[in-house]
């Protein structure tokens, strides 16, 4: 069967007014043959701009050219640059979509007449009740809808010669927090509170209502309330709200038919606003309208209950998983807990999704020449991603690495249409570490939990990552105070111990030592003819003839500036000999290959012996540093022979 990808773009699935709108969408995607991908963030809620600017990482995640459309609630990202981004990206991307509520230009639409609404509410207000004395809780500035609800509030109270003073305006951001925030900010600064306040949605309005009643406010009796968009429904808060409502499923579902219909070639309007209606009722002081039937109260208590019950079951469940992944220290640890977790859960699929550089401190000293506390916290996806977690249908596939433009295995594509996916962010703060894709029937992904439950798996990852990143470093300065950083091979003090267990040995048992001592030549000859890069270049390159010749169990370090010794046991004087001429062969090679510029040299000499426990390692470098001595004198009283023929 035909189907077509469709990308829906959300923030906040926890809220009502968006939870709605996706069961219409979720319900209508089999019977107009549509895949949905759910790009996800919970935005706004830590207030933290560093875990935001983490939620936003998902919206950069859709390559809007491997869909067919696009469903858009972007009037639930309250960050205009966010927002602006996606629909540019969506247009250049030349795919058809359906924007719901903000109208935008070039896309399919699906709204209300925002203003005309909230002029009913207002005009009710004053006509109906009487009063004059306003505050209103906006949405954000820059949100069409909210400009348009605060548009309509404004011009009814400038038709009834009503005025009202900039502080009584409190904008927030559609969520509870700033419905708090507004009544807070009106305590405060306002000298006098009103007679009603007029919010901008239903979520906002119920906070306010809350933290009026901490101070001993009484709704309606002491301040009237509206809200906007009939969310909190049939009694299921302190006071029953007066709203518009709009059918918010219907929303979800004329936009599927929309896109099918423009897949088929179907003509129709390109904006569409949908019914709404009005619903004066407690909180502005008209009880009567809507009495509760005990049916209704019958089934209100069964939702509270059915609440309640899935969030208990929502708490048990988490509360395992944070404990079990707070307590991996490894990252198979990890991946074993959310497994068990996802079996626990049973969804019908899940997968975990990594970036290649999750533990980015591993490769940054590799790509960049800037030191590690300096390198860019990584923000974006990589262009494939790691799937240690495949799970489908109650069974885990083993999937090494996908694309990360595909989203999902390949397995997916057989699949019948209908299908809805969410994509969530993994991330800690600003720093992009994957993603999840998650679809799932027995518990409801549109629950407060659920980012709980996020957050988690967030958070512990970034734990596991900081061990991964520990542990790295771990071994990073173990090669500091082991490793010569010049020249790549031991030091002293990785040359002790290497040979400590190997020395003990030899005294206890009295086996023979060798301790060879080595000493380029003409170094400072060399610095002062072409320079001290080039003298490195002569000292590393002693470094590599040792590497190439010492392939016997000999244990090397350099010493010091352009001294290094070798350490082997049971070596015999032939041995030494054997080992003295593959270092001076490779040499004569590597002046052969003309290379470099100077000609490299190095004198050595050996010690033989059997070492007491009285005895140091480093003892025997005494000896075989004057038996190279020796051997160095022998090479300048040659040259000065040399020198003195020529003349």
């Not at 906006?138 to 009814?156: H, I, K, M, T, W």
């Not at 990852?461 to 061990?467: D, G, I, S, Y």
């Not at 048992?509 to 003819?529: C, S």
């Not at 075989?624 to 020796?630: C, E, F, N, R, S």
Request: negative net charge.
């Amino acid at each position: 069967m035909k189907k077509n990808k469709i990308a829906v773009i959300v923030a906040g699935i926890d809220e009502t007014y968006q939870s709605d709108i996706l069961d219409g969408i979720g319900a209508s995607a089999g019977e107009c043959s549509l895949d949905l991908s759910v790009f996800v963030s919970f935005i706004g809620t830590m207030e933290n701009l560093r875990h935001d600017t983490g939620e936003f990482n998902i919206f950069s995640l859709p390559d809007f050219t491997a869909f067919d459309g696009a469903i858009l609630l972007t009037n639930t990202i309250d960050y205009e640059p966010v927002a602006s981004q996606i629909l540019r990206r969506i247009k250049d991307a030349g795919i058809p979509a359906v924007s719901v509520d903000n109208d935008v230009e070039g896309m399919l639409h699906i709204g209300i007449d925002n203003k005309t609404a909230m002029r009913k509410i207002t005009e009710h207000f004053i006509k109906r009740h009487g009063f004059t004395k306003f505050n209103y809780i906006s949405g954000p500035a820059e949100n069409p809808e909210s400009q348009d609800r605060l548009a309509g509030f404004l011009e009814v109270l400038e038709e009834n010669n009503i005025t009202i003073e900039k502080d009584r305006i409190y904008y927030g951001n559609f969520r509870a927090a700033s419905g708090k925030a507004a009544v807070e900010f009106f305590l405060r600064y306002v000298p006098e509170m009103p007679e009603a306040i007029i919010c901008a949605n239903d979520v906002m309005a119920a906070a306010a209502i809350d933290r009026l009643s901490d101070e001993g406010y009484r709704v309606p009796d002491d301040i009237a309330f509206s809200g906007f968009d009939y969310t909190f429904r049939h009694h299921d808060f302190r006071v029953e709200l007066t709203t518009v409502e709009r059918p918010l499923k219907l929303s979800g579902q004329l936009a599927c038919r929309m896109l099918s219909n423009h897949f088929s070639g179907i003509q129709q309007e390109r904006s569409v606003n949908i019914g709404m209606s009005t619903r004066f009722t407690e909180s502005c002081g008209c009880p009567d309208n809507f009495p509760a039937s005990v049916s209704e109260m019958k089934n209100l208590n069964y939702r509270s209950y059915h609440r309640l019950d899935s969030t208990h079951r929502y708490l048990s469940v988490f509360n395992r998983l944070s404990s079990g992944l707070r307590g991996c220290s490894s990252f198979d640890e990890y991946i074993t807990a959310l497994k068990s977790f996802t079996t626990e859960m049973a969804p019908e699929e899940f997968y975990f999704c990594l970036c290649t550089d999750w533990a980015s401190e591993m490769l940054t000293e590799r790509h960049s020449a800037r030191p590690v506390a300096e390198a860019p916290v990584p923000t974006d996806y990589t262009e494939e991603m790691l799937v240690p977690i495949a799970y489908k249908d109650g069974s885990f596939h083993n999937i090494d690495r996908i694309k990360t433009r595909d989203l999902l295995p390949d397995f997916v594509n057989d699949d019948p249409p209908g299908k809805m996916y969410y994509f969530l962010p993994l991330h800690f703060g600003e720093r992009c570490l994957g993603y999840m894709a998650v679809r799932i029937s027995k518990l409801s992904l549109h629950n407060a939990m659920f980012q709980t439950c996020c957050i988690s798996i967030n958070n512990s990852l970034e734990n596991v990552r900081k061990l991964i990143v520990l542990e790295y470093a771990v071994q990073r300065l173990g090669k500091l105070y082991t490793q010569d950083t010049f020249s790549g091979i031991y030091n002293r003090n990785g040359f002790a111990e290497a040979t400590e267990q190997i020395y003990r040995a030899c005294v206890d048992q009295q086996r023979d030592i060798m301790l060879m001592f080595i000493d380029l030549d003409g170094l400072k000859q060399i610095n002062d003819t072409y320079g001290h890069s080039v003298g490195d270049t002569a000292i590393c390159t002693i470094a590599d003839v040792l590497q190439e010749a010492c392939t016997d169990g000999e244990i090397f370090c350099r010493f010091g500036g352009d001294e290094f010794i070798v350490f082997a046991a049971d070596f015999t004087e032939e041995k030494a000999q054997e080992l003295t001429k593959k270092i001076t062969d490779r040499i004569s090679a590597v002046n052969r290959s003309g290379s470099n510029p100077f000609v490299l040299s190095a004198s050595m000499g050996y010690v033989i012996a059997v070492p007491h426990g009285d005895e140091d390692i480093f003892d025997f470098v005494t000896a075989a540093d004057k038996k190279m001595y020796v051997e160095k004198r022998k090479k300048h009283s040659k040259y000065l022979k040399l020198s003195g023929s020529d003349q």
